[in-house]
């Protein structure tokens, strides 16, 4: 299932970044749907409740889930997705990564078929995590929330937290731009 992570606050870009649109575009969580779309059956879109109204003016043919657990960040986004679907994976993207493209997603999903045992596919540059392009597996999600129930969550990070699963991290031979725009210099 894709997943399509909207909820942050966007307080630095100064406004709602998945509604953002760059020249000549649609916004971004509509650029980030057909994205997955294209790769996915199903589509999910993660958000903040106040932000559902907005968006369903705005992108067609997806499943809004509210953020529903308390903790920050994406980190939200990935668990209220686990709680509404706690048997499916999902391919998680942020709706600010507007520069990735369908071949890093495909080879995302093929190295999650060739290996099916890994908690989280995902793929790292310079040994740095790219968690906001990834495959997080029910397997994985249900570690991360039992961590999240136990009151074991030392940071909700989810580069952190990851850290503590059976990652299978993909090195990146060609170079896909995980560029996130956070504020207006960015663009």
């Known amino acids: 299932m894709g997943l399509v992570l909207c ?18 575009d ?6 980030q749907c057909r994205l997955l779309a294209s790769c996915t059956v199903s589509m999910y879109v993660s958000l903040r ?14 499943t809004f ?27 998680a993207l942020a709706c600010d990564m507007i520069s990735i493209n369908s071949n890093a997603l495909i080879n995302l999903i093929s190295t999650y078929q060739t290996f099916p045992d890994a908690d989280v596919y995902l793929y ?23 961590m999240y129930m136990e009151n074991r969550l030392r940071t909700f990070s989810i580069r952190s937290i990851v850290e ?14 995980f560029k996130n725009y956070n504020s207006p210099t960015d663009l």
């Not at 909820?7 to 000549?24: A, E, I, W």
């Open 124 to 146: 790292t540059k310079d040994d740095q995590m790219e968690p906001m392009c990834a495959i997080y597996t029910a397997k994985g999600l249900r570690k991360i929330d039992l």
């Open 65 to 91: 889930i509210p953020d529903s657990v308390n903790v920050k960040g994406p980190l939200n986004g990935l668990l209220s997705a686990h709680h509404n679907n706690k048997s499916e994976d999902f391919l």
């Open 49 to 62: 409740s106040e932000q559902i109204i907005s968006y369903r003016r705005v992108v067609e043919n997806v």
């Open 7 to 24: 909820g942050g606050g966007s307080s630095r870009m100064g406004s709602d970044k998945g509604l953002l649109r760059t020249v000549g």
């Open 26 to 31: 649609s916004a971004w969580v509509v650029r």
């Open 164 to 177: 503590e699963l059976d990652c299978k991290r993909i090195q990146l031979q060609t170079e896909f731009n």
